[in-house]
């Protein structure tokens, strides 16, 4: 694709429902990875996909929080139970790691948890 | 615990000033990397400076890296008002892969 598409772009949940955010990266990018950024805050690391190496999940702020990547393609973030906490944008951003590292971003998922 | 912190936090400005903002990190990288986020959405690749290198240039920017006191800087000459936006720095720990963003500068430049 032409870049990082995420959707939906805006999610608002009750507290304790399960939501997924998808992320369709660019086309041939091995690399692909999650970043939760809360309101006026930096970015925080969630988790690391990389070809078929096991995903780098340390960044996962709880067992309510699962990733899953098909092959090379799209990815998708789960949250099990939303608390108000887990309000945030999720952002994705994917990149053709060993070859170039700058990571390309989508635009993200506005999350709000009521 | 983030890998790089920026200073300063916020910083404002008047069009065709230098803004400088700085970045420093804890472990050893392969590279630093630049990047820009408008709105809080989609952050945008600025620039990227590798561990050997010392300075590198883009357009109006320059970035400084200095290994041995782990730090780095991004200097924007002749500032404009759509330079507004938060900027952030970020580095892969020596290990390949993962990028670990800082907390980000807020940068306004008041026309």
């Known amino acids: 694709g032409a870049g990082v598409s995420q959707s939906p772009s805006n999610k608002v949940t009750e507290k304790g429902k399960d939501v997924e955010l998808r992320c369709d990266p660019i086309s041939g990018h091995t690399a692909l990875y999650w970043y939760r950024q809360r309101l006026g805050q930096g970015l925080e690391f969630l988790i690391y996909?990389?070809?078929?190496?096991?995903?780098?999940k340390s960044g996962l702020p709880s067992d309510r929080f699962s990733a899953e990547r098909t092959g090379e393609s799209v990815s998708t973030l789960t949250i099990q139970r939303t608390q108000q906490e887990d309000s945030a944008v999720y952002l994705c951003?994917?990149?053709?790691?060993?070859?170039?590292?700058?990571?390309?971003f989508g635009s993200g998922t506005q999350l709000s948890v009521l | 615990s983030q890998q790089g912190e920026e200073d300063p936090q916020a910083l404002s400005i008047q069009e065709g000033e230098n803004a400088t903002m700085n970045c420093s990190y804890k472990?050893?990288?392969?590279?630093l990397q630049w990047y820009r986020q408008n709105s809080g959405r989609g952050l945008v690749h600025l620039i990227l400076?590798?561990?050997?290198?010392r300075e590198k240039h883009s357009g109006r920017l320059r970035v400084t890296l200095d290994t041995s006191k782990k730090s780095s800087s991004l200097l924007i000459t002749a500032s404009r008002a759509a330079d507004t936006a938060s900027y952030f720095c970020?580095?892969?720990?020596?290990?390949?892969?993962?990028?670990?963003f800082g907390q980000g500068t807020e940068l306004s430049v008041k026309p």
């Open positions: 472990t050893s990288i392969n590279n």
């Open positions: 400076i590798r561990s050997n290198e």
């Open positions: 970020a580095t892969d720990r020596n290990q390949g892969g993962k990028l670990i």
């Open positions: 996909f990389q070809g078929n190496s096991a995903p780098d």
């Open positions: 951003a994917s990149s053709l790691f060993g070859v170039d590292e700058k990571l390309f």
